[in-house]
């Protein structure tokens, strides 16, 4: 008997050692050193004005779990007041919530897009909207990261076979692994003589536009434009927010099976949710102390390690190339107490693999400076 289950793990086994032989092999590893690596960008996730949210949230009698899914008995108050007020303050017709910004993904692009549509996907988009698209209905097509004109071209392309349907372009604002921008307006011209635009705005939200309203702010409110904004990242919560037309929101709450199948999000979440756009209302502070921190280490590696290219965002890719010398690097940089992790494939292209320096308010400005000198001093010879 023992023997048939060791039989019966050998193929998972076998794929985990050819991880471990390209040094792609992942683990759990605890926090350790200075915040380098979270995406707690504005320093919200333990601040005091969100433990306090809630604290008086649970002693007002707010559920921890919904126990139900939104249409059964997990409709609760709080949630409901939460999609109210950050609907009014992204500025769209309405917003509806899941339980994270994957699921809420995967929910859009498996519902939305019909079938004789076209998803048109930038080759950079995140795992959860490759997911999503395989899963769809849509017609599914790529174009080269962040051009617009090769957007055009396959859409073109696509028109010239006879197709008709409408054309759901799908980007993130700002690229989690490289913390470059989209060319929200170019994209959103070419959504317009075509069909929609889904923006994926979750690194930018809290972070970038009036009061951190993203950086597809003076977009929302169209109808053929939805958003997603995150709670797990800038807003030091969990869960996520659809945003976009009334029409489209009804239709998620009437055909989404992610939605409609599954327990609803923490009711305590959307309480400190609410908190957490009160906070980017009342402390632009956040807003402009980590553009110092992203200004600061720009010079700094400008100065130092001028051959390494930085982003100009919050997320600053540092390209490696090799998996193992990677993670080499990745150990050394936190043997020295700063907590920057290695990116290997295939989160990132083969070939690619860096450290994802995450700039928040967790770090100083001394420990920005004191993470620049660390690089220069173990950043591997070419």
């Not at 199948?261 to 956040?286: I, K, N, Y």
């Not at 994802?356 to 950043?379: F, G, K, P, Q």
Request: hydrophobic content about 45%.
């Amino acid at each position: 008997m023992g023997q048939g289950i060791l039989d019966r793990l050998a193929g998972y086994r076998r794929d985990l050692e050819g991880l471990a032989a390209d040094a792609r092999l992942r683990g759990l590893a605890p926090r350790r050193g200075i915040d380098f690596s979270s995406n707690d960008y504005i320093g919200l996730a333990q601040s005091d004005r969100l433990v306090q949210a809630a604290r008086r949230a649970l002693d007002q009698g707010v559920p921890v779990g919904a126990a139900g899914s939104r249409l059964l008995r997990g409709n609760t108050d709080p949630q409901q007041e939460f999609e109210d007020a950050a609907a009014r303050f992204f500025g769209a017709e309405a917003a509806l919530g899941f339980g994270g910004g994957y699921v809420a993904n995967f929910a859009v692009l498996t519902t939305l897009p019909q079938r004789g549509d076209l998803l048109l996907m930038d080759a950079l988009s995140h795992a959860s909207t490759h997911e999503g698209a395989r899963a769809g209905r849509a017609q599914v097509a790529q174009f080269r990261h962040g051009d617009v004109d090769h957007a055009s071209d396959v859409i073109d392309a696509w028109r010239a076979e006879g197709h008709t349907g409408a054309v759901w372009i799908t980007v993130e604002s700002l690229y989690s692994m490289d913390g470059d921008v989209a060319p929200l307006d170019a994209l959103m011209d070419l959504a317009d003589r075509h069909g929609f635009l889904m923006v994926d705005e979750a690194h930018a939200t809290g972070v970038y536009g009036p009061q951190g309203r993203g950086l597809a702010h003076h977009l929302e409110g169209r109808d053929n434009v939805v958003t997603l904004h995150t709670l797990g990242k800038a807003l030091g919560g969990s869960g996520a927010l659809i945003c976009g037309s009334r029409v489209l929101i009804d239709f998620l709450i009437n055909r989404c099976r992610p939605f409609i199948f599954a327990t609803a999000p923490s009711p305590l979440m959307a309480a400190v949710g609410l908190e957490a756009l009160a906070v980017l209302r009342d402390e632009p502070w956040r807003q402009a102390a980590l553009r110092a921190h992203v200004d600061l280490f720009g010079a700094q590696m400008a100065q130092r390690l001028p051959q390494v290219p930085v982003s100009g965002s919050q997320i600053v890719p540092l390209i490696v190339g090799g998996n193992a010398p990677t993670m080499e690097l990745a150990q050394a940089v936190q043997a020295r107490g700063f907590d920057v992790r290695g990116i290997r494939p295939p989160t990132v292209p083969p070939g690619t693999s860096r450290l994802r320096v995450s700039l928040n308010l967790n770090a100083s400005t001394d420990d920005v400076i004191r993470l620049a000198e660390t690089l220069e001093e173990l950043w591997p010879e070419s």
